[in-house]
């Protein structure tokens, strides 16, 4: 009954104030201005790294580019790998026991301090890596390669400082464990309450009602929450670099003292002393690491999009 | 009927037959370990080896993870049994997180603390060899970074936030939210590698290094961080606080100054605390544009710049004549760096809890 005046005004404006125009234009601005920058990333990078693609490249004796960033491709994807195995099944642990296992009380103090263990600067990993971590598992090394030399992983004179990609791997669980922990945490928080309860009703014991509520529901979370710390253990620079003395091979060997190195770490610790031609091959090479990154980040953004965490049961 | 009687009649209590009693995990737990301690002694004793403390945890807790069960299945059945083998493993893998934890900060303060003094917050390296020297060049130099790239990326991030939630429409905002994601994923390393192409083509200098080139190296890693942060804050203001202002008259801009940004302050505040803490500590950007130096600079658009993070890698790969006294530095970088985080992140906790919100406004 009162739509006649409705239908008979013309569609309505705001007034278009100076200052609204200028704000909206500034936001817009800073809006358009990450678009740029990211941009400005892949330009720059791309135009440094094109001298690496030249004929004439020599660096460290390898006489192409892809000589040059093939074993390191190998040792990020081969020690972000190892990190994974170690810190995937503990952080889905940890985030079950603060989820479904500890008192409520102690939940949070312990997420607070899974917080504080993302905060502690990746210099200080290295570092402890270097000097604790190392001189604590040399025994475990030299035992290994006496012990089960036969297997390939630990053929060979173990490392006499412990410095292995095996130890560089522990660091960088170490590191990307707070990551995977916490985004699980948020994924199983979310499980339907009355999913669990159903299934306890029913008389499920509690590792019954985690298997059948609560992990077919974070499933999706779990795999993207993991990739997402793999994205972060692939760029992992100081940990690598301070742990691993830099070798240009290919080995799956985890206690020998000699290891792949990262592209990561090969950067930061050739690039101080680099000058013509390397700087260009190691702006190339971070130039693959990048695009490695924004893939895998990619397939986790677009697994969490694809499977909106609706879990089995509907 | 006749089988409750005779349940009776045998004086077991029916609801805890069948049943481990609560202490049972304890026992076996207490069991497993003295088990592993004297297997342990004995290898000691007859190969005259150290004792391992390491290997009594390791073979005392996969002892537990095999008695427990076993017993359990004995007198619960399976399905128990794997509910306490699957408790007695996530526990595992919760405490094996402490482990690190603990070990890191035990020996960034033990080893910290030596040189925790004066001396080492007021001289910097210039002129040092061996022992004694400061890192007070690596402070100041951190400070002015972290303050550039503070300067760069709040206020793009938080109109970005400002756009993404009040104006944006359509495959712009689509776009840029993609991108703030993509942001989220580069490895710091790439970005001081960016940082330094940027520069040394502006300069058109091969070995370009300053400090702002850290600042803005910083803030690529920073900008997502805050987009993000103050996204989720500018969500939570409730739309009838908009809908009031503009019902007064007021316009747009004048809403999101005066209504939107006070309410979401304290939550952007805290954001802002939290992305500072994040990139304070960042070394590998830094390694490459800023640079190592001995001397103090206060100049961020020129020459060579320390960084606490940089200084602490540089005292331990390049430790010079003495060894001790380098690595001495590094530790007590290291103390001086988580305590600057710990510290950013308890003020980002206060800020977030003084300047709530009142809930039910």
Redesign the interface.
Known sequence: MSSAPAAASPKLR?KG?P??I???G??????????V??G??AI??V??SIPAFGPDFDVKGTSNFLEYVGPLAFGTVWASFLAMIMAV??A???A???TH??PRKLAST?GF?????A??????????G????AG?MK?AYAWLSDNLGFIPLFAGTASGTGRTILTASIVLA?MV?PII?ALSREVFLQTPRLHEEASLALGA????M?KMAVLPFGASGIVSASI?GL??A?????AI??VLSPSLVVSFILTSGTNPSTI?SN??LS??EA??NE?SA??AT?LV??II??L???LA?WLLGRNPRTGGAK | MTTATAATGSKRNTLTAGQLSKWAPWVTLAASFALAAGLFMLVAVASSTDFSWAGVAIVGYILFLIILPVVSRIVEGGRKAMDRFMTGLVTGAFLLAFIPLLSLMWTVVSEGAARFDVQYFTESMRNVVGEGGGAIHALVGTLLVTLGATVISVPVGIFTAIYLVEYGRGWVAKGITTLVDIMTGIPSIVTGLFAFALFSLLFSDPGYRSGIGGSVALSVLMIPTVVRSTEEMLKLVPNELREASYALGVPKWLTIVKVVLPTALAGIATGVTLAIARVIGETAPLLIIAGFTASMNYNLFSERMMTLPVYVYNQYIAPGMNVSAAHERAWTGALTLILIVVVLNLIARLVAKIFAPKAGR
């Open positions: 705001a104030r200052a609204d200028i704000f909206q500034i936001s817009t601005f800073a809006g358009i201005s990450i678009l920058m990211l400005l990333v720059f990078l135009v440094q099944p503990v889905i642990g940890i079950l026991f603060i296992f500890a312990i301090v899974i917080d504080l263990l905060a502690v600067p990746s210099v200080v990993f290295g570092l402890w270097a000097n604790v971590l604590f025994p170490v464990l922990t014991t509690r590792w019954e985690i997402l994205g972060r692939l760029g992992e620079t100081m670099a301070m990561a950067i930061a690039f101080p000058h013509g700087v190691l702006i971070g690491l990048f990154t924004i895998v980040n990619g953004r």
